[in-house]
């Protein structure tokens, strides 16, 4: 019996704990503007039921540099996601969150300085999806 539908998140998007299981790769069908200034965007994808994925500031900077600004141009285009336990978020350490760590339409490895904690700068690889 699988078990990931007896153990995902009641949420209204993709959870760092829908991808507990393992990485999974994901095609876009669009990207909407959400209207919430936390999240304001919202990235579907084929077989989402509903639940896009709410990139952080860091990984729609990932997706900036790799695609351009341009999010209209992204569909089609696919992204490895895995869930990375040492992502922190403001005072709460080490809580969990979604990161890209592959990407279509990249001819090679990009590195990216992006924020890590308040003035503190780490590099960040995204490596091309095959």
Known sequence: ??????????????NADDLIA?????TITRVSGTGNAD?????????DNGKPY???KSMRR????AWGKDATKWK????????DPDVSFGD????????????SHIDKPMTLALTVTRGKRAPYVVKPLA
């Open 22 to 26: 393992g990485p999974r790769v994901i």
């Open 92 to 103: 709460q350490k080490k809580i969990g969150g979604i990161r890209i760590s592959h990407l």
């Open 76 to 83: 089609g285009r696919e992204m490895t996601l895995y869930t």
């Open 39 to 47: 999240q304001p965007v919202a990235v579907y994808f084929e077989d």
């Open 1 to 14: 019996m699988d078990m990931s539908e007896f153990v995902a998140p009641k949420s209204d998007q993709l």
């Open 62 to 65: 990932v997706l900036a540099a």
């Open 54 to 56: 709410k990139p952080c």
